[in-house]
Antibody, heavy 119, light 107 residues
Framework: EVQLLESGGGLAQFGGSLRLSCAAS????????MSWVRQAPGKGLEWVSS????????YHADSVKGRFTISRDNSKNTLYLQMSSLRAEDSAIYYC????????????WGQGALVIVSS | EIVMTQSPATLSVSPGERATLSCRAS??????LAWYQQKPGQPPRRLMY???TRATGIPARFSGSGSGTEFTLTISSLQSEDFAVYYC??????????FGQGTKVEV
């Protein structure tokens, strides 16, 4: 059974940093691209970052480019999102999501980690 | 960026009725479209992919259609567990995938 478990969320200061983790199990982690998707309170879904299975390629939305960094450790089956220079608009639930082979959407999502940025 | 627009924002239906949700893309996404269902306090759940293919375990009352820029999700006979928010997502342009703003299906 595929499981994705996020951790590391919480309260962060405006301009501060936070690192999210996503522990994966139930599939061959290194074979799949992974992504982070966020959802502000009461709002819709926004793609944040993606990374290829072998970590060779990373992508970030313009809204977080230069501030967030996605990475993974395939030996630990773990996905990360390093967030810095946090802004109020970064407050959201952050979901890690498994990318379908061939980049055909997301087939599994974690339960999410809540990040609140406060001044 | 491909903008996805869903309508209506809220759909009020009764159990047993048919629900039709629409999703429009600002440019063609071929059939590279998925639908997700999200209930309060839960992550999204994939319902459909490739516009018209049901994901594993999704009941047959859910169906999808469309290609290019116009897509539809139909729930043939609403069950109580179907009241939720539904999102469409295009995956035509990796990795800049975009979602619609959602349609809330309520009683």
């Amino acid at each position: 059974e595929v499981q994705l478990l996020e951790s590391g969320g919480g309260l962060a200061q405006f301009g501060g940093s936070l690192r999210l983790s996503c522990a994966a199990s139930g599939f061959i982690f290194s074979n799949y691209a992974m992504s982070w998707v966020r959802q502000a309170p009461g709002k819709g879904l926004e793609w944040v970052s993606s990374i290829s299975g072998g970590s060779s390629t990373t992508y970030h939305a313009d809204s977080v480019k230069g501030r967030f960094t996605i990475s993974r450790d395939n030996s630990k089956n773990t996905l990360y999102l390093q967030m810095s220079s946090l802004r109020a608009e970064d407050s959201a639930i952050y979901y890690c999501a498994k990318v379908v082979v061939g980049a055909r959407g997301f087939d599994y999502w974690g339960q999410g980690a809540l990040v609140i940025v406060s001044s | 960026e491909i903008v996805m627009t869903q309508s209506p924002a809220t759909l009020s239906v009764s159990p047993g009725e048919r629900a039709t949700l629409s999703c429009r893309a600002s440019q063609s996404v071929s059939s590279n479209l998925a639908w997700y269902q999200q209930k309060p306090g839960q992550p999204p759940r994939r319902l459909m992919y490739d516009a018209a293919t049901r994901a594993t375990g999704i009941p047959a009352r859910f169906s999808g259609s469309g290609s290019g820029t116009e897509f539809t999700l139909t729930i043939s006979s609403l069950q109580s567990e179907d009241f939720a928010v539904y999102y469409c997502q295009q995956y035509n342009t990796w990795p800049s995938w975009t979602f619609g703003q959602g349609t809330k299906v309520e009683v």
